[in-house]
């Protein structure tokens, strides 16, 4: 069986970050090993959160794996917190890293032109170096232009996309690919460019009129899930934006849905029927 690792906080409460991961990823027959970074009593859009941190755990987590001669099909890493995290990512790439494994990142920090609660520019800066050390990155469109430090765009041309992918593999990664982007009214999508081949891809499906909290963490992890299961990145890219927008569906199909997360275990049997295509 292929075997990940994530690295993201656990919201016990919120349906993001690994209360996704963990269920979209194990479903997909995948096992998914974590590192929890922090325990929080709800995600960061609830008031009042309890947030307990984490990072002391991360290098007796990784000591531990090495001992043990543990090895991974991909690493995913999402929200992350604060510099020491990013270091302590970076040290956990260069031990579980290998020449075919995926490092995938989706560098979790802004949405809508603003950074979350607790991120700064300095911080966007130092996730931009820990991209460096990624074989995809998966931003939005606002956490594009952060990672680059440039203003945000939320409607770019076909031409500004490539332009802003181009920017990004220049970062380093051989693949990014950025998530929320349109070529076509009433659609919405992702646009990836691969800096080896040179191929940009895009695939859209309907742009539904709503946004829902943890969807980013559901198209991540159902990419990561595909790629360890040996798609290839425009297929799990493709699987990802279908699914996405099926979760969506569900949420507004059920009327007693939450405001805080998507009915994304509504939508696992299309997701899998979807994988076996
Ligand atoms: O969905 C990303 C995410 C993950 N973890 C926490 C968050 C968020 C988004 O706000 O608050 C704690």
Redesign the pocket.
Same mark, same amino acid.
Request: glycine content about 20%; overall charge negative.
């Given at each position: 069986m292929k075997r990940i690792v994530t690295v993201? !906080?656990i919201?016990c409460v919120?349906k993001?970050?690994l209360t996704?991961a963990l269920p979209i990823i194990s479903a997909m027959g995948v096992e998914a090993a974590v590192v929890p970074t #922090?325990v929080?009593s %709800?995600? %960061? #859009?609830f008031k009042n959160?309890t947030f307990c941190d984490l990072t002391d755990e991360i290098a007796p987590i990784c000591n531990h794996w090495e001992q043990e001669g543990i090895t991974f099909d991909a690493i995913y890493t =999402? /929200?992350l917190?604060s510099f020491r995290q990013l270091e302590l990512v970076s040290d956990l790439f260069r031990r579980f890293g290998t020449e075919t494994n995926h490092i995938v990142i989706d560098p979790?920090m802004a !949405?809508n032109g603003k950074l /979350?609660?607790g991120f700064t520019e300095e911080f966007a800066a130092k996730m931009a170096e820990l991209c460096g050390a990624a074989d995809l990155i998966l931003p939005n469109l606002t956490e594009a232009a952060f990672l680059l430090g440039i203003p945000y765009n939320p409607t770019p041309t076909e031409e500004e996309l490539h332009v802003l992918l181009r920017r990004l593999t220049d970062l380093g990664p051989r693949r990014a690919a950025l998530t929320g982007v349109s070529l076509c009214e009433g659609r919405l999508g992702v646009m990836s460019y691969d800096k080896v081949t040179g191929e940009y891809f895009y695939y859209d499906n309907e742009h539904l009129p709503v946004s829902f909290? =943890?969807t =980013? !963490?559901i198209f991540a992890s159902t990419v990561v899930g595909a790629l360890a299961l040996g798609k290839t990145a425009n297929e799990s890219l493709a699987l990802a934006v279908d699914y996405t927008v099926e979760c969506m569906r569900a949420t507004m199909a059920d009327p007693t849905h939450n405001w805080y997360g998507v009915n994304f275990e509504t939508a696992i049997p299309y997701l899998l029927s979807a994988l076996r295509r």
């Open positions: 993201q !906080d919201s919120g993001c970050s996704v #922090a929080l %709800t995600h %960061t #859009a959160f =999402g /929200y917190g979790v !949405d /979350y609660a909290h =943890g =980013g !963490d």
